[in-house]
């Protein structure tokens, strides 16, 4: 499962959900797209703002993609597999201008464990793929529904 979430942790593009033999990298591009079809039916201008994704997304082509659609990708750098050190550093100091935005993630990563609440998205109960996603919609409904109910309570 892949879903794109806004600071406050809201769901913003419909989520895109595959077996869990399926990592979620194989996800991005229909996620991607979805969130930016979604951006011109609402007519909301995305040019400058921040994507970040987690280091199993760091990729030339995701960086490409998001780059060619006038966004910043903020991706945590994957450095495995490298050895050598000065190619490390260099990776690095292109991230630590970002670092900042990234430790924001947190609420991204709160939103999905607010999703985990919800039992029936947990295990997969229903045999029909629009049953489950329906149920899906209406638990990021309420999740939506919490951030906005939050907001108005405190004043």
Known sequence: MLGICDNNGNILAPIVVSPVNCHDTS??????????????????????????????????????LIEQ???????????RGLKNKTR?????????PHKDIYDQRYII???????????????????????FMGFRYLAYSMINLRSLIGKHGET
């Open 109 to 131: 990563e709160r939103c999905f464990a607010w999703e985990d609440t919800y039992r029936k998205l947990v295990t997969r109960y229903e045999k029909l793929q629009c049953t």
């Open 69 to 79: 659609a006038g966004m910043t990708a903020v991706i945590k750098p994957n450095l």
């Open 88 to 96: 490390i550093n260099e990776i690095l100091d292109e991230f630590e």
């Open 27 to 64: 996800l991005f591009d229909e996620s991607f797209t979805n969130l930016l079809d979604l951006a011109d039916d609402l007519r909301l201008n995305l040019q400058g703002s921040y994507l970040t994704l987690d280091s199993g997304f760091c990729s030339s082509e995701n960086k490409s």
